[in-house]
């Protein structure tokens, strides 16, 4: 019998799962606080249960449906995108409903590359981005951000080679919680409208901004609809992430190569969760906007804590989503940090190397799962492990 190698795999180049890594390490650590995995506290709006619930005596709710998605999500997804993206879904642009926006990106890429391409990320990245790209056989070009985590259009221009497909923006941003500006945007925008790339455009955390921020979708940018594929999901504004939906908005002329991938990796989503998804966007973004504005006061007592920590850490400011990225003046190995944190001080955040942060020694620190009540606990613990550790 002929063993087989044990590692000889396109997956060999790819990380490990970091959320998975250090869940496993608070699952040593019991009692553990996480400021790791990128979750809210709150669960989906009642109508959803209600609606699941008379689903699942349905027979078609337990056999394959559309591809694409339900017919009755996608127009609602279409009158969402039209009335608060002001993207124009049906005049040369597609939606899909996939498992979360995750798969949504997946099948991004294999739609506009063959492997060898490139694909261009800004520094920080979100580390699943990543992992897709290299999965696909593709290069990733990592450009670095400006000190305030905003993309430098400069540098985006000059990283773009013959084999580049495609640029990525995440705003609202996971890992810094900077919200790209408007100005920033349109230039991307422009630039991949001038080269012939894709703007790849991950908005899951659009409702997610604090103060005077705004989130801004560059698929509704004069003539970018063409070139821009944009994901979005429910995992974060309606308590929806083990649901697995999510959404993206594609130029027509890629629908087979999407529908390629889909019906290849899902075949259709999940059919109990559309269901529940409906009903969840019959509430309306109105459902989140409580939550998000108790994250707002969360973000500043995390961020005026974590400001303490000066001059042996900081944080920039973070308009959005519900991270920030601590830099920490160490020259300690993040990710043994990382361990000590959560074995000596019972307190876990994602080491910066899984986004791409390789200068120095930064951590995202993940608030999403916090309420003001338990806040103080969490980031205490940071703190004083961080102070113990470090000086
Ligand atoms: C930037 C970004 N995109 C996509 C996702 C995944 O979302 P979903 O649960 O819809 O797959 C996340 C989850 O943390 C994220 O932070």
Redesign the pocket.
Known sequence: MTRIAASRSRMDAVQLPIVQVIGDLIRQTPGTISLG???VHYGPPQPALDAVRVALAEQSTHEYQDGSGLPALVDRLAAKLRAENGIDVGRGTSVMV????????MHAVFAVTEPGDDIILNVPF?F??EMAIQMAGCGVVAVETDERYQPRLDALRAAITDRTRAIVT?SP???SGAVFGEAALRAVSALCGERGLYHIS?E??EYFTFGTARHVSPAAFSGAAEHTIA??????AYG??GW???YMTYPDHLHAAMAKSQDTILVCPPVASQVGAIAALDVGRSYSAPYVAELAEVRDIVVSKLNALAPLATVPAADG?F?VLLKVETDLPPMRIAEQLIREHGVAVIPGPAFGMRDACYFRVAYGALQKDTVAEGIGRLVAGLRAIVS
């Not at 996939?98 to 990106?105: E, S, V």
């Not at 994901?231 to 974060?236: D, E, G, Q």
């Open positions: 995995q990128g979750v996939t498992a979360g926006a995750n798969m949504a990106f979100y699943n981005h995440v941003n996971n890992p991950d899951v955390y994901m979005f999901s429910l995992s974060k929806f992430a697995r939906i999510g989503a991270y």
